[in-house]
């Protein structure tokens, strides 16, 4: 489909009112798979020939999902979307600033903050999790467009992004005014994320029963949510290394971990994945340090498989020789979590005292910790034997 | 070439022949009959004079003469003759390491301990990523940390040295130092940056100081050495200030300050000797420009003729062939080959397919190498990059720039060394 753009004369100061379907070479069919890492979508060829691609970052909250009804409100909140936009190269020269765009959200990643409301949810299936685990948005037109303003640094605009959103096995059109900003890296914005950045700010409301859900009786749920986004993207995909000492492809590995476990909540599929990737890194200390530091650091894994964790973590310690202090130290976190008190605080005293004056406040701090709660156990475990 | 089997050189047939074959062998660059003797070769451009490489290569890629381990840095490779030289950093140390061109076997190294500076940022491992000089029989090198050496380029034997931060209380960037000393007639000449002591001018045979001169910051990107109007020039550019130093006595002879986020560069500056022109890039919170220095009224002027964001290098190197100057633009996201029109700063294509890159400019041609460790040989035009041939060569992280003598080129990450023949 061409794009053209009908300019109305009489509302030329205010508004360029624009219907743009995307061009036949960057049509899509169907929202892309993650990536290798997971950590974003595979951006389709078209679409990286079309212009500027900035990826969706991970944030604090960059979906809400909220309904009120006369007793209760819900407000259900994610930062683990991954997606891409795509923005022309040249933006100054360009009649509309958003050219394509997509988005997968886990539907286990959204959640109230309570466990048991989370779970009451999940009994509902109100978000459809056993037919399709991941909500998806596929940008197919932008229209409304008005330029607010064009600084050095910053391009404003608002406009309306229209696009298919998909749940439940469903495909329904919404509408979603938003206001976008691309902001230049400049040393303070690099602050906040490495590039050049893409900020979309909007809402639109979204009814479950479009979706196919249908409420049992007696439990009352608003017919209607309100999706509140605030979606920030950068040119630096977040599947790239940034650390020269790590292979990308390793990188990519890892990421993929981390994806299975902590945002698509598959801990069969993931501690399949690790294994395999363990026995090809069985010889690298770094790779194996940062296996079980996943597993025992990362927050909002479920599943954490600690027999996993010392099994790379004590591999890496017997290839540096004890001397290294973050793995001394992520042992220690291990017997921690394991219950073996005793245990952590020797583990920790060893990071402690191999790092020397090197040692943070936090290393000595969490020994302190660990030394106080093993005083305060009358029933300290015997070592397991991992 | 010359022919010479005229009537005045005329002897026997079997002479020559072997005359004959001679002179193909040096056309074809067979022996290291050319150097590489500084960062960014010949004339500090990433241009070589060497013709005849091949057009294409067999599916495994170039033909490898030698591969082996090195070490960790990114500093490039000089080569004279039958030797070459870089620098690797092994724990602690930086170490200067002689290996043979033909071979690869060492020749010799010398370690030096350069703890690693209270300021460093560790993103990019401490280097080391500046890289020697040679002049006459003596290796110039400065580490990431600023220690300063003058060796005997035959033994690697420490002739004089100094230590910038200790002496002169210099704190090196956050990332390292990584400009490249330029050698100028019997001086040796460091960008350090600070007070008073931005520019600093040694004298090549005792290590005495021959100048300082300036405030500026300190900076990642090497000085180049200009012709301005018929005069010689060191051009640096350091934080937010481009400026041009008599290079003999460091006085200033024009400077101009640019935008104040242009504070990060790493790439070097291209000089334009018809036209004046100087080309700059840096990537994060800054883009390309083009500098005019114009001699007016006896006295140097220096104006800005246009700035972009479009291109962006972050610490890779341009080439500028003609009206165009082709980069690898991109910091930490995705990498386009692109070029710009030198006089205007119009982007003239963008196109996909490397990751960051390096490149050499030869023969009409570009080679090519990606931080992927992606090597390739290509034909640039306005148009766009025809890539004629494609090898994978090295592991990634391949940041350094290779170094092209006669038909072997030489190329380096951050583990090991190799040399290939890209001849026909």
New interface residues.
């Given amino acids: 489909m061409l794009a053209y753009v009908v300019t109305l004369r009489s509302f030329r100061r205010l508004a360029l009112v624009a219907l743009v379907g995307l061009v036949s070479a960057g049509a899509v069919a169907e929202v892309p798979p993650r990536s290798e890492g997971g950590q974003t979508l595979e951006v389709p060829e078209a679409h990286l020939d079309l212009g500027q691609v900035y990826y969706l970052l991970r944030g604090d909250t960059q979906v809400a999902l909220s309904s009120e009804t006369r007793l209760a409100r819900i407000v259900l909140t994610s930062g683990r979307a991954v997606g891409y936009v795509v923005s022309p190269f040249d933006l100054e020269d360009a009649e509309v600033p958003l050219l394509a765009g997509a988005v997968r959200l886990p539907v286990v990643s959204l959640g109230t903050g309570s466990g048991r409301s989370d779970r009451n949810i999940r009994a509902l299936d109100l978000l459809g999790a056993a037919t399709q685990p991941e909500i998806t948005f596929e940008m197919t037109g932008v229209r409304d467009l008005v330029t607010e303003a064009v600084e050095e640094d910053v391009f404003k605009y608002r406009l309306t992004v229209v696009g298919k959103l998909g749940g439940r096995g469903i495909a329904k059109e919404v509408v979603v005014p938003v206001e976008m900003t691309v902001q230049l890296a400049t040393w303070n914005a690099m602050s906040r994320t490495m590039g050049d950045m893409v900020i979309l700010k909007g809402n639109f409301e979204v009814k479950p029963g479009d979706f196919g859900w249908q409420p049992e009786e007696g439990v009352e749920i608003a017919e209607t949510f309100r999706a509140d986004l605030f979606l920030v993207f950068s040119t630096v995909s977040p599947d790239k290394r940034r650390d020269p000492r790590i292979r990308q492809q390793q990188w990519t590995k890892e990421l993929r971990f981390l994806t299975l476990l902590r945002d698509l909540d598959d801990p069969e599929a993931g501690y399949d994945y690790g294994r395999a990737y363990l026995r090809e890194v069985w010889d690298d200390v770094g790779a194996l340090a940062r296996m079980a530091s996943t597993v025992v650091d990362q927050p909002d894994i479920r599943r954490r498989d600690l027999g996993f964790a010392m099994q790379a973590a004590r591999r890496a310690n017997e290839l540096s020789e004890g001397k290294e202090g973050g793995i001394l130290a992520t042992m220690a976190q291990i017997y921690y979590e394991m219950g073996d008190l005793a245990a952590a605080v020797e583990w920790q005293k060893k990071a402690v005292d191999q790092l020397g004056e090197d040692a943070p406040d936090s290393a000595r701090a969490i020994l302190e910790s660990y030394q106080g709660e093993a005083k305060k156990s009358a029933d300290i475990a015997p070592r397991p034997d991992p | 070439m010359t022919d010479r089997t005229s009537s005045t050189f005329r002897r026997s047939l079997p002479t020559a022949i072997l005359i004959g074959l001679f002179m193909a062998g040096l056309a074809l660059g067979a022996a290291p009959a050319q150097q590489w003797l500084q960062w960014g070769g010949p004339n500090r451009d990433f241009t070589s004079p060497t013709q005849g490489l091949a057009q294409s290569w067999p599916e495994e890629g170039p033909r490898v003469l030698w591969r082996r381990d090195l070490g960790d840095g990114y500093a490039a490779i000089v080569v004279d003759g039958d030797h070459l030289f870089t620098m690797i950093r092994r724990g602690d140390n930086d170490v200067v390491v002689a290996l043979e061109a033909g071979t690869g076997k060492t020749v010799w190294e010398t370690e030096y301990a350069a703890p690693i500076a209270p300021n460093f940022h560790p ?3 401490p280097g080391p990523s500046s890289t020697p000089a040679i002049a006459g029989d003596r290796l110039f090198t400065v580490g990431g940390f600023l220690q300063f050496h003058a060796l005997d380029k035959a033994s690697g034997e420490i002739l004089w040295s100094h230590d910038l931060v200790e002496e002169m209380g210099i704190t090196p960037p956050g990332r390292g130092y990584a400009a490249s000393p330029l050698v100028y007639r019997d001086l040796v000449i460091l960008t350090p940056g600070g007070e008073d002591k931005a520019v600093i001018a040694f004298r090549q045979a005792d290590g005495e100081v021959a100048w300082k001169s300036q405030s500026f910051p300190g900076t990642y990107s090497s000085p180049v050495l200009a012709n301005v109007d018929g005069e010689e020039q060191i051009i640096v550019t350091m934080g937010s200030e481009r400026a041009g130093l008599d290079p003999m006595t460091g006085e200033l002879r024009w400077r101009l300050t640019v935008r104040e ?1 242009a ?1 990060t560069v790493f790439s070097t500056q291209l000089w334009g000797e018809q036209d004046h022109l100087l080309f700059g890039s840096s990537a ?2 800054d883009g390309s420009r083009v500098i005019k220095v114009a001699k007016k009224d006896g006295k140097f002027v220096a104006e800005e003729l246009w700035y972009s ?2 291109m962006r290098i972050h610490h890779g190197n341009a080439i500028r062939i003609g009206d165009y100057v082709y980069g690898s633009s ?5 990498a386009f080959l692109m070029a710009l029109n030198v006089r205007t700063g119009e ?1 003239a294509f ?1 196109q ?1 397919g490397f990751a960051k890159a390096n490149f050499l400019h030869v023969d009409g041609k570009l080679i090519i190498l990606d931080e ?1 460790g992606d090597l390739a040989i290509a034909t640039p035009s306005p148009e766009g990059i025809e890539v004629h041939a494609r090898a994978h060569v090295l ?3 391949a ?1 350094t720039v290779p170094t092209l003598v006669g038909t072997r080129l030489f190329v380096r990450n ?1 583990e090991e060394i190799v040399a290939l023949d890209l001849g026909s």
């Fill in positions: 993103g990019f491992a986020e504070t994060y919170a964001r479009k991109g910091d930490f996201g995705p982007v963008r996909r992927e592991e990634p992280t940041w951050r």
